[in-house]
Nanobody
Framework: QVQLVESGGGLVQPGGSLRLSCAASGSIFSINVMGWYRQAPGKERELVAT???????NYADSVKGRFTISRDNAKNTVYLQTNSLKPEDTAVYYC??????????WGQGTQVTVSS
């Protein structure tokens, strides 16, 4: 059993910042990729950012220059620093982990709302 526990979501004004965290625990085989996805109301879930165990990073074009992903391999934790937030960043943000067997795991989601 694998658990992904997210934290850090909330309500923020446009231009503000939030730091999301996701800690993985349980029977985790070697973690390969950690990342964040998001889903806005009425839209499909989309990739925000991913980071491999070797530090290779990928960002969605919409967040490049504003969001920063990082990970602590010793703690099986991934972070997403979100800056210069816009109303269109409003969504439920989901943590994702892919292990070395290519098994995917999802967190329960954390709401990020950007509004004045």
């Amino acid at each position: 059993q694998v658990q992904l526990v997210e934290s850090g979501g909330g309500l923020v004004q446009p231009g503000g910042s939030l730091r999301l965290s996701c800690a993985a625990s349980g029977s985790i085989f070697s973690i390969n990729v950690m990342g964040w996805y998001r889903q806005a109301p009425g839209k499909e879930r989309e990739l925000v950012a991913t980071i491999t165990n070797r530090g290779s990073i990928n960002y969605a074009d919409s967040v490049k220059g504003r969001f920063t992903i990082s990970r602590d391999n010793a703690k099986n934790t991934v972070y997403l620093q979100t800056n210069s937030l816009k109303p269109e960043d409003t969504a439920v943000y989901y943590c994702n982990v892919v292990d070395a067997r290519s098994f995917w795991y999802w967190g329960q989601g954390t709401q990020v709302t950007v509004s004045s």
